[in-house]
C-alpha cells in the first residue's frame, strides 16, 4: 500500500492551495482518509478526515477554509483532496495524508487524531509554504 500527497507549494497568505492524497495498491474501500500538518519542532496535528459514508471532521482551524473530498475509489486507488482556502502563515507546515483500511473500523474521532491503532499507511508528505 502507498500512500502519495501531492499539491505542496508555496503561497502567499490568503491564497489557496488543493492538495491531493492518492492511497494505491488496497483492493478493498477501507475506512477513512486523514489530513494532518506538522511544522518542524512540534507535534503533528490532525487537520481534516473524511470516511467511507462522506461523514467529515476538521480542526478548529480549518472549518470555514478548508474542504477535504469524499473518498473516491477506483478499484486499488482511493483518493481524497483538501481544498485549502483563505490561507496564512500559521499554515505553513508539511502536510501528511494517512488511511484506515483494515481491522475494525475506527470512529471518525480516531481517524482525524491518527490514532495507531486505526491507521494503517501513512505518506511521506508534502510542503505548504504561505509568505505574509
Known amino acids: 500500500v502507498y500512500v502519495t500527497e501531492t499539491g505542496g507549494d508555496s503561497v502567499q497568505a490568503g491564497g489557496s492551495l488543493r492538495l491531493s492524497c492518492q492511497v494505491s495498491?488496497?483492493?478493498?474501500?477501507?475506512?477513512?482518509i486523514a489530513w494532518f500538518r506538522q511544522v518542524e519542532g512540534k507535534a503533528r496535528e490532525g487537520v481534516a478526515a473524511?470516511?467511507?459514508?462522506?461523514?467529515?471532521?476538521?480542526?478548529e482551524s480549518a472549518k470555514g477554509r478548508f474542504t477535504i473530498t469524499p473518498i473516491a475509489h477506483d478499484g486499488a486507488e482511493k483518493t481524497t483532496s483538501l481544498q485549502m482556502n483563505d490561507l496564512t502563515v500559521n499554515d505553513t507546515a508539511k502536510y501528511i495524508c494517512?488511511?484506515?483500511?483494515?481491522?475494525?473500523?475506527?470512529?471518525?474521532?480516531?481517524?482525524?487524531?491518527?490514532?495507531?491503532?486505526?491507521?494503517?499507511?501513512w505518506g511521506q508528505g508534502t510542503l505548504v509554504t504561505v509568505s505574509s
Open positions: 494517512a488511511a484506515s483500511l483494515v481491522g475494525m473500523r475506527p470512529t471518525l474521532g480516531d481517524c482525524y487524531s491518527g490514532a495507531a491503532h486505526a491507521m494503517d499507511a
Open positions: 495498491g488496497f483492493q478493498l474501500s477501507g475506512y477513512c
Open positions: 473524511v470516511d467511507i459514508d462522506g461523514r467529515t471532521t476538521y480542526s
